[in-house]
């Protein structure tokens, strides 16, 4: 069955040459993240190129994230990510930037700013490292490519609310189309122990009946004494719990400002479903907006995202049931349904006989969002 929350584990001490990176993608890791507030230069870029070389010998992209910290910009309150971390980031085809943001959207606005400039492509997740992350929580959805829920701003709550934070930030995550990530120590007693504790299992399935895109390990991966094994279980207990889940159930709305177009093409896409046997979705796009919108109606079938751009398939690598790979751009609309049809038998989507929607923008690169899509039955 095809895990579709998917697995992010943060590297250290315990996981980051090659061969320990390859056994964490074989236990169910689809992305990386790395730590700038820590070690130097020379550590990030030896985990970097391990990530790339792992990436290559799995055949499969791999998302990397890095979790940067800031520091007051000089003449104001604001704060900013430190310039020699901006310039690093740029050169070294980050997906994610993940930060703290105690100035909510005005904090991500920066970043982006200050990203853009530096010439990275790189997507800016909020860390609602602060309990006034979640009032302010809709304009930071809004102004973030996602958000990271952690243990130190649920720690600033009171405690009877914590449970109904991390959903709320889930169902509002769902209705901006953003992917929301949960990264709070969940396997904490995987540190020292092959085994999961009762309540920790639990713990992910919540977080997987919360309709998160991710779970996000931070020291059991990086520090723990089995990092391998704590991939797994998270991955073992997705599954299980996915397998289980009713996930055609009444979808919601998104908003947020999100291309109604667009957004009207997932939903009806959900909607066939219901009315068709499909077997996969595929989306060719040079944005990845198309396809995270599909995923966050939360269909019954694979997504695989397709595009040109390196940078937006390991972003959809994060995304919620989306298998993506990278294509050269089509030359017609026929070669884009060809390929795209090839790609997903190799893969096991698919096989002779199944019937598979594809979405894209017609013509060609003519628009970043998909504006069409066919039924094709596989030959």
Same mark, same amino acid.
């Given at each position: 069955?095809?895990?579709?929350?998917?697995?992010?584990?943060?590297? +250290?001490?315990?996981?980051?040459?090659?061969?320990?990176?390859?056994?964490?993608?074989?236990?169910?890791?689809?992305?990386?993240?790395?730590?700038?507030?820590?070690?130097?230069?020379?550590?990030?870029?030896?985990?970097?190129? $391990?990530?790339? %070389?792992?990436?290559?010998?799995?055949?499969?992209?791999?998302?990397?994230?890095?979790?940067?910290?800031?520091?007051?910009?000089?003449?104001?309150?604001?704060?900013?990510?430190?310039?020699?971390?901006?310039?690093?980031? $740029?050169?070294?085809?980050?997906?994610?930037?993940?930060?703290?943001?105690?100035?909510?959207?005005?904090?991500?606005?920066?970043?982006?700013?200050?990203?853009?400039?530096?010439?990275?492509?790189?997507?800016?997740?909020?860390?609602?490292?602060?309990?006034?992350?979640? *009032?302010?929580?809709?304009?930071?959805?809004?102004?973030?490519?996602?958000?990271?829920?952690?243990?130190? !701003?649920?720690?600033?709550?009171?405690?009877? &609310? /914590?449970?109904?934070?991390?959903?709320?930030?889930?169902?509002?995550?769902?209705?901006? $189309?953003?992917?929301?990530?949960? !990264?709070?120590?969940?396997? &904490?007693?995987?540190?020292?122990?092959?085994?999961?504790?009762? &309540?920790?299992?639990?713990?992910?399935?919540?977080?997987?009946?919360?309709?998160?895109?991710?779970?996000?390990?931070?020291? %059991?991966?990086?520090? +723990?004494?089995?990092?391998?094994? $704590?991939? %797994?279980?998270? &991955?073992?207990?997705?599954?299980?719990?996915?397998?289980?889940?009713?996930?055609?159930?009444?979808? /919601?709305?998104? +908003?947020?400002?999100?291309?109604?177009?667009?957004?009207?093409?997932?939903?009806?896409?959900?909607?066939?479903?219901?009315?068709?046997?499909?077997? #996969?979705?595929?989306?060719?796009?040079?944005?990845?907006?198309?396809?995270?919108?599909?995923?966050?109606?939360?269909?019954?079938?694979?997504?695989?995202?397709?595009?040109?751009?390196?940078?937006?398939? *390991?972003?959809? !690598?994060?995304?919620?049931?989306?298998?993506?790979?990278?294509?050269?751009?089509? !030359?017609?609309? #026929?070669?884009?349904?060809?390929?795209?049809?090839?790609?997903?038998?190799?893969? +096991?989507?698919?096989?002779?006989?199944?019937?598979?929607?594809?979405?894209?923008?017609?013509?060609?690169?003519?628009?970043?969002?998909?504006?069409?899509?066919?039924? %094709?039955?596989?030959?």
């Amino acid at each position: 069955m095809l895990k579709r929350t998917k697995v992010a584990a943060t590297l +250290g001490p315990s996981a980051s040459c090659p061969g320990e990176l390859m056994q964490l993608v074989r236990a169910g890791a689809d992305a990386f993240r790395l730590d700038l507030s820590e070690d130097n230069e020379m550590v990030w870029q030896e985990r970097q190129e $391990a990530i790339r %070389e792992v990436e290559g010998l799995a055949q499969q992209p791999i998302t990397l994230l890095v979790d940067v910290p800031t520091e007051q910009v000089a003449g104001n309150g604001d704060r900013c990510i430190p310039a020699n971390l901006v310039t690093w980031i $740029a050169k070294h085809e980050v997906d994610y930037v993940l930060v703290s943001v105690p100035q909510g959207s005005h904090t991500i606005s920066l970043v982006r700013k200050t990203l853009a400039e530096a010439g990275s492509e790189a997507a800016v997740m909020a860390r609602l490292d602060h309990a006034s992350n979640y *009032r302010d929580i809709d304009s930071i959805i809004q102004a973030a490519d996602g958000v990271v829920v952690t243990a130190t !701003g649920l720690a600033e709550l009171e405690t009877w &609310s /914590i449970p109904v934070m991390q959903k709320m930030v889930a169902r509002q995550c769902q209705i901006g $189309a953003k992917p929301c990530l949960v !990264g709070r120590r969940i396997l &904490s007693n995987m540190l020292q122990s092959k085994e999961p504790t009762n &309540s920790e299992v639990f713990d992910i399935a919540n977080v997987v009946f919360d309709h998160a895109d991710a779970i996000l390990l931070g020291a %059991e991966t990086a520090e +723990g004494s089995y990092p391998t094994q $704590a991939v %797994e279980v998270v &991955s073992k207990t997705v599954i299980a719990t996915e397998s289980l889940m009713e996930i055609t159930d009444r979808p /919601i709305k998104v +908003g947020f400002g999100q291309p109604p177009n667009t957004a009207a093409l997932a939903y009806s896409i959900r909607h066939i479903l219901k009315m068709q046997e499909i077997a #996969a979705v595929g989306v060719y796009s040079h944005s990845s907006m198309t396809a995270r919108l599909i995923a966050k109606n939360w269909i019954d079938c694979p997504v695989l995202g397709l595009s040109d751009s390196a940078t937006t398939v *390991r972003q959809m !690598g994060l995304y919620h049931g989306v298998v993506s790979r990278q294509m050269k751009t089509p !030359g017609s609309t #026929a070669e884009m349904l060809a390929t795209t049809t090839s790609i997903a038998k190799q893969l +096991g989507l698919v096989v002779p006989g199944d019937r598979m929607i594809i979405a894209s923008e017609l013509p060609i690169r003519s628009t970043d969002n998909a504006n069409a899509f066919v039924i %094709e039955t596989i030959s």
